[in-house]
């Protein structure tokens, strides 16, 4: 393997380990009630997320619990996702195989059956990563696509559709080794999200399925953890260009760029550099966008501190909001989010794919203008024969 391909995926590799996280605990439960976040405030870093001590408290009282109801399923799931948010898939796994004898002692339980698969696929996912993504061995990453394809074929509508994405990403990943001999051509492979050069188009219409994509790599960002996943946002980016927000689009082009500052590169070493979509947006546009998102961006930062910082006091006293229904009485958000322009808000980009309405009420104005210019002079030049 080309030495800057392993330095490449070495940087980034806890980055895109979380890209894959497509997990379900009682946090997911929470999260689908209240909705994912806007892709805005997926972009910008405005969304819920916890330190380490929120899962090690949560393991250690699990722990104990489990032992008390073993046939309490709910019980696995939360174990298991704290065992692997803290590192440790090897025992996020064995913990998923207890739970397998569990589902085998009763009659089926499809949402069991689905949350178990899908944890299960991501936790080896996962442990291919921990453990160097070696792939000479890709039995961990095999798994993984086979329980996430039984996953969707049992719910396909779960967590917004996002395990679909996750599977694009494995099978992505699969394909890089294919990329990395020095015999073999690197034009095997695209950037994930993006079509081979050369077929770009200037989209001006959403779609069901560019919509369901950028759908789904917002909840890998969300609710996956991709944040730091400069391939994941290279993904969104492209799915909101096909979607016709060329305003979000850039959004996102900017929160790249921050990534690429910060060291953090893809997976591929030839895919460092951005393929920027063509965009419709005015330079001065672009500015507006710019402008909100460093001002995002920083708020965002200040909120994240706040929350986190509020979260560990309740710690220490020993708080924790699986067992203490006011833990979050006392909290108090210090900054308001900032207002999105109207471009980003409503993308005038939508305003393209009417063109031909446009063009035909600004005909029908013209004309009618010119009909009111004859009259007019029809009208002076009777008057200038009297």
């Known amino acids: ?78 174990l298991a996702v704290c065992y692997d948010r803290l590192g440790d898939a090897t025992t996020a796994i064995e913990w998923m195989a207890k739970k397998r004898l569990q589902l085998n002692k009763i009659p089926q339980d499809l949402d069991h059956e689905y949350r178990y698969l899908a944890n299960l696929g991501t936790f080896h996912a996962h442990r291919w990563l921990k453990f160097g993504a070696d792939f000479e061995d890709l039995s961990d990453i095999n798994e993984a696509c086979r329980l996430i394809t039984e996953a969707i074929n049992l719910n396909p509508d779960a967590h917004f559709g996002r395990e679909l994405y996750q599977l694009k990403a494995l099978q992505w990943l699969r394909k890089i080794p294919s990329i990395v001999s020095e015999d073999e051509s690197e034009e095997t492979v695209h950037p994930l999200g993006t079509k081979p050069e050369g077929r770009y188009q200037i989209q001006l219409n959403s779609s069901p399925e560019s919509t369901d994509s950028v759908l789904g790599y917002s909840g890998l960002i969300t609710l996956g953890a991709a944040w730091q996943s400069y391939d994941i946002f290279h993904a969104l980016l492209h799915a909101l260009r096909d979607d016709g927000r060329h305003a979000v689009a850039h959004l996102t082009l900017l929160r790249l760029r921050e990534l690429e500052a910060n060291g953090n590169t893809s997976l591929v070493a030839k895919f460092n550099s951005i393929i920027e979509p063509r965009s419709l947006l005015l330079p001065r546009s672009k500015k507006h966008v710019q402008k909100f998102y460093l001002k995002a961006r920083k708020e965002a930062q200040h909120w994240q501190a706040n929350r986190l910082g509020y979260m560990e006091s309740q710690f220490d006293k020993g708080y924790h909001p699986d067992t203490h229904p006011h833990f979050w009485d006392d909290y108090s958000e210090r900054s308001k989010a900032p207002r999105p322009p109207g471009l980003l808000a409503t993308d005038p980009v939508y305003i393209l794919a009417r063109l031909p309405i446009i063009a035909f009420i600004a005909c029908l104005g013209i004309a009618g203008i010119l009909v009111f210019r004859f009259i007019k002079e029809c009208i002076n030049h009777r008057k200038s024969l009297r």
């Open 1 to 78: 393997m080309p030495c800057h391909f392993v330095k490449c995926f070495l940087t980034i590799l806890l980055a895109v380990s979380n890209a894959e996280a497509c997990i379900w605990d009682r946090d997911t439960l929470a999260t689908e009630a209240k909705g994912i976040p806007n892709v805005i405030s997926t972009i910008t870093g405005r969304f819920d997320r916890y330190p380490a001590r929120y899962y090690e408290m949560r393991r250690d009282r699990v722990l104990v619990q489990i032992q008390q109801e073993p046939d309490k399923l709910d019980l696995y799931d939360d």
